[in-house]
């Protein structure tokens, strides 16, 4: 749904962008801004700026910015209607109801009320853990070194021996036996009616993306089968597609994701500080989980039980990552089982190694088929080199390729001649894959593509922007139609309209564009760096340069796109040359008032 105008500014004026940022990022003050350590790329010193004045955030290291909106959108990966609506419900404003209909209508409603009862089921097994009943329950999590804090941030429970503790609890806040059910938190049957679906467990609440409560996960206390039992598919819960952990995962900023295959894996490391673990939920990794991970990062450590069946994952996952275009990575944990075990018995340097010498996808799998084949036996090493030719010959990218058969003759001890040899013999019975040609323009590029002549004008708007009494100087002799392109001329529209009758607000600007990469464009052009000048007379000079600079740019475009039998065309190149002529001699007054 696409909200009115002055729907999205009463949204951002109650949302003020230091108070929201503040919440993700350290800030402090530094004169009229405020700085930070960017959440969007690792840095060390700060380059992040936060604008209260502007309401803009922009960082001069990765050139990323916006408002309030687009802070949201890049941190949690919204869409502009999601963070619309995540900063409406902060600042206690009322939207509009969509319009939809009475299926659709009783389809959300449904959702919500299922939200609810998982929260409240998660509240009840903190509970139980607490009581004097979940004493078992908390000595397994000691047993497993938790701490207090980590078992509060995981929201870990228990759910205890009786089998319709929870149904009881939650029919006493008024929900229905049926929709406790279908909340997968209770069955039916004829002999026991409506009871607990888990019990004498350890609980695990599973949130999604946006910190929901969407099922749960239990541990057996003690023998009996299954040991661990995962909430069925609900209409909020749909285990391909969403990930124990991520959460908390998605704003590590680490550059990478690990995944894992336990909950107990991936509580263990973020305990340990590698809070960028996640873990499938009781499944396989599927193409979806994939794709959700891209949201986040590009780059994904494989981090499976050293046993057989995860090395099989290992395998599964690195060809799931590939075809969601994402770099994988796969974490050597021998002789450990498992992240948690590997983390206790060697600890967190230890693991950090692991970590940075993580092997690549090819070498892994390579060697991994090495184990099927008697090295000892010349034909069957034959055998396994053409293997490994074969594999060489799915690269795309011949410099790749190239860089592999290189390293792939040094770690195996195959004359570099040779390999090129088998490739080619391999190639010649169609073995290469060709690379698809990519297009040689795209949006991105096209924005991010530097014109000298934007400069000016991005300082120019800036300076405009943070001073703008200057505008009645800057005005006699500059207009939006001076500007390079549409967009810069469409900001600078806005801009003179608003100065001219005192209603310019930057954020406010930047609510009529929906799209992360148009706030990074628009930002950047108010939030240009500008050179600290002490004295009247070099700003005024400063300023007078850059108005010209502007001012004959904008000429030579503009008459660059007339054509050359128009005949406004002489009469044009007069007036813009006598007009140059003018502001070149003119002086430019800065106001010390």
């Avoid at 409560?213 to 598919?233: H, Q, T």
């Amino acid at each position: 749904m696409r909200y009115s105008d002055d729907i999205i500014e009463e949204v951002r004026s109650r949302n003020d962008i230091v108070d929201v940022i503040g919440q993700y990022v350290s800030l402090k003050r530094a004169g009229a801004n405020y700085v930070g350590l960017c959440p969007f790329h690792n840095e060390k010193s700060p380059s992040f700026s936060v604008s209260p004045s502007k309401q803009m955030f922009y960082c001069f290291g990765c050139r990323v910015g916006g408002n309030v909106f687009s802070f949201l959108m890049k941190y949690d990966n919204l869409t502009f209607g999601e963070a619309v609506r995540s900063l409406a419900e902060r600042g206690g404003v009322k939207l509009p109801e969509e319009d939809e209909s009475p299926e659709a209508k009783r389809m959300r409603d449904k959702r919500a009320t299922l939200f609810e009862i998982n929260k409240e089921a998660a509240k009840y097994y903190v509970y139980q853990l607490k009581g004097r009943s979940g004493e078992k329950g908390l000595a397994y999590f000691r047993d497993r070194k938790l701490t207090d804090e980590t078992i509060t941030r995981f929201g870990l429970g228990y759910a205890n021996v009786s089998s319709d503790d929870l149904v009881k609890y939650l029919r006493s806040k008024g929900y229905s036996d049926a929709l406790i059910i279908e909340a997968g938190l209770a069955s039916h049957d004829e002999k026991y009616g409506t009871h607990d679906k888990f019990w004498n467990r350890v609980m695990f609440p599973i949130l999604d993306a946006n910190s929901k409560v969407i099922g749960f996960g239990g541990r057996l206390m003690g023998d009996g089968k299954p040991k661990y039992l995962n909430s069925p598919e609900t209409p909020v819960f749909d285990k391909s597609r969403n990930l124990f952990g991520l959460n908390y995962a998605k704003n590590a900023r680490a550059g990478y994701i690990i995944i894992c295959e336990g909950y107990m894996d991936v509580i263990a490391m973020h305990q340990a500080g590698f809070n960028m673990a996640v873990a499938s939920l009781g499944t396989a990794f599927t193409s979806q989980q994939a794709q959700l991970l891209k949201r986040y990062t590009d780059t994904v450590i494989l981090s499976y039980d050293s046993d057989g069946a995860g090395t099989s994952a290992a395998l599964k996952g690195i060809q799931l990552l590939k075809e969601a275009g994402l770099k994988g990575k796969v974490l050597n944990l021998k002789p450990y089982k498992d992240p948690d075990e590997f983390i206790k018995a060697e600890g967190k340097e230890a693991f950090e190694e692991r970590i940075k010498k993580a092997e690549n996808p090819f070498f892994f799998e390579i060697s991994v088929k090495e184990r099927e084949y008697d090295m000892s036996d010349p034909a069957a090493k034959t055998e396994f080199h053409r293997y490994i030719g074969q594999k060489l010959c799915e690269f795309k990218e011949a410099v790749e390729r190239e860089n592999y058969i290189e390293a792939v003759a040094q770690r195996y001890s195959i004359g570099s001649d040779d390999l090129h040899k088998l490739v080619a013999s391999i190639a010649a019975e169609g073995g290469i894959v060709k690379a698809k040609e990519k297009p040689k323009s795209g949006m991105h590029s096209q924005l991010r593509k530097e014109d000298p002549g934007r400069k000016p004008q991005r300082v120019l708007i800036t300076w405009l922007a943070d001073e703008p009494e200057l505008f009645e100087s800057i005005s006699k002799w500059i207009e939006p139609e001076d500007f390079s392109d549409d967009l810069y001329r469409g900001i600078a529209k806005q801009m003179w309209e608003g100065l001219s009758d005192g209603s310019f607000d930057p954020a406010r600007v930047l609510d009529r564009f929906v799209e992360e990469e148009e706030h990074a464009q628009v930002a950047e052009l108010f939030n240009t760096n500008l050179v600290q000048i002490d004295t009247k007379d070099e700003r005024e000079k400063a300023l007078h340069d850059i108005l010209y600079e502007v001012k004959r740019t904008g000429y030579e475009r503009r008459l660059k796109d007339m054509a050359s039998d128009d005949p406004e065309r002489w009469n044009f190149t007069l007036q813009g040359k006598r007009r140059l002529e003018e502001l070149l001699k003119a002086r430019i007054i800065i106001s010390t008032d």
